[in-house]
């Protein structure tokens, strides 16, 4: 589903990264580590079409992403993609149904020309998957941090994105809620069959990847050994209630 070959970037002459090389097939969950600074949010940014590597190619669902226009990206990203990032950035106008339907209405009705089910059958069943029904005509100011990032995964989940990317998704929430929205990206993640990479500090959070990986700034290593540099063991994660 996504493939990067010898991926190298830089800032303003200053090295971030250089011979990234990865590969994640559909259904599969892995997790990227590396210390801060390393550039795990430039190379989600790269995937995402967001910001552009140097050298070398990423492939998303056999499309090289590279090449693309603006627009040609813009739409990939809405058709293939679902971003979860640390800071939620949940719509703060929008009721929380609202922030789920977005990825949909952005989609128009590509989205609704090939599905029998409605938006809102399809919002409410993200909300009830991650622990969040009825409460979609709330506003996000009267949720809690751990309700905004599961309003985030619902978000991101809703157009049965192939690629699901997450930016430390837990990484502003205590570890009993983050082990709760870990428990809801994993399970929506795989019963959705996309691929998802997910970039975490947390031990509990790689404990439930298929794969882990760290990225250094000479590439992408095996990440299970002993100096991964993990955040100390969090609570089991529990299901969502
Ligand atoms: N827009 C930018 N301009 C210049 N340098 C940047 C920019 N964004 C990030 N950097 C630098 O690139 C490196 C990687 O950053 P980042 O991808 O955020 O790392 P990580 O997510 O692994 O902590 C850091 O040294 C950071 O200071
Ligand atoms: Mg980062």
């Given at each position: 589903m996504l493939n990067i070959d010898a991926l190298a970037k830089a800032h303003a002459e200053a090295p971030v990264f250089r011979g990234v090389s990865l590969q994640v097939r559909a259904g599969e969950f892995v997790a990227l580590l590396g210390e801060s600074g390393v550039g795990k949010s430039t190379l989600l940014n790269c995937i995402a079409g967001l910001d552009e590597a140097d050298t070398g190619r990423i492939e998303l669902d056999g499309v090289e992403?590279?090449?693309?226009s603006a627009d040609a990206r813009a739409r990939l990203r809405r058709e293939k993609l679902g971003f979860v990032f640390q800071a939620f950035h949940v719509l703060p106008h929008l009721s929380v149904a609202e922030n789920v339907e977005l990825p949909l209405r952005l989609l128009g009705t590509a989205w609704r020309a090939g599905r029998r089910d409605g938006a809102d059958a399809r919002v409410q069943e993200l909300l009830g998957a991650v622990g969040?029904?009825?409460?979609?005509?709330?506003?996000?100011?009267?949720?809690?941090g751990g309700q905004l990032q599961r309003v985030a995964i619902a978000r991101a989940l809703v157009h049965r994105p192939a690629l699901i990317l997450a930016d430390e998704?837990?990484?502003?929430?205590?570890p009993a809620t983050a082990a709760r929205v870990m428990e809801a990206l994993v399970a929506q993640a795989h019963v959705s069959g996309a691929a998802c990479l997910l970039v975490t500090h947390s031990a509990a959070a790689a404990a439930r990847a298929d794969r882990v990986l760290r990225l250094t700034a000479d590439g992408v290593v095996d990440g299970t050994g002993a100096d991964a540099g993990l955040a100390s063991a969090e609570p089991r994660a529990r299901p969502c209630p």
């Amino acid at each position: 589903m996504l493939n990067i070959d010898a991926l190298a970037k830089a800032h303003a002459e200053a090295p971030v990264f250089r011979g990234v090389s990865l590969q994640v097939r559909a259904g599969e969950f892995v997790a990227l580590l590396g210390e801060s600074g390393v550039g795990k949010s430039t190379l989600l940014n790269c995937i995402a079409g967001l910001d552009e590597a140097d050298t070398g190619r990423i492939e998303l669902d056999g499309v090289e992403v590279g090449p693309l226009s603006a627009d040609a990206r813009a739409r990939l990203r809405r058709e293939k993609l679902g971003f979860v990032f640390q800071a939620f950035h949940v719509l703060p106008h929008l009721s929380v149904a609202e922030n789920v339907e977005l990825p949909l209405r952005l989609l128009g009705t590509a989205w609704r020309a090939g599905r029998r089910d409605g938006a809102d059958a399809r919002v409410q069943e993200l909300l009830g998957a991650v622990g969040l029904g009825g409460l979609g005509g709330r506003l996000p100011a009267q949720l809690s941090g751990g309700q905004l990032q599961r309003v985030a995964i619902a978000r991101a989940l809703v157009h049965r994105p192939a690629l699901i990317l997450a930016d430390e998704p837990t990484g502003n929430l205590d570890p009993a809620t983050a082990a709760r929205v870990m428990e809801a990206l994993v399970a929506q993640a795989h019963v959705s069959g996309a691929a998802c990479l997910l970039v975490t500090h947390s031990a509990a959070a790689a404990a439930r990847a298929d794969r882990v990986l760290r990225l250094t700034a000479d590439g992408v290593v095996d990440g299970t050994g002993a100096d991964a540099g993990l955040a100390s063991a969090e609570p089991r994660a529990r299901p969502c209630p």
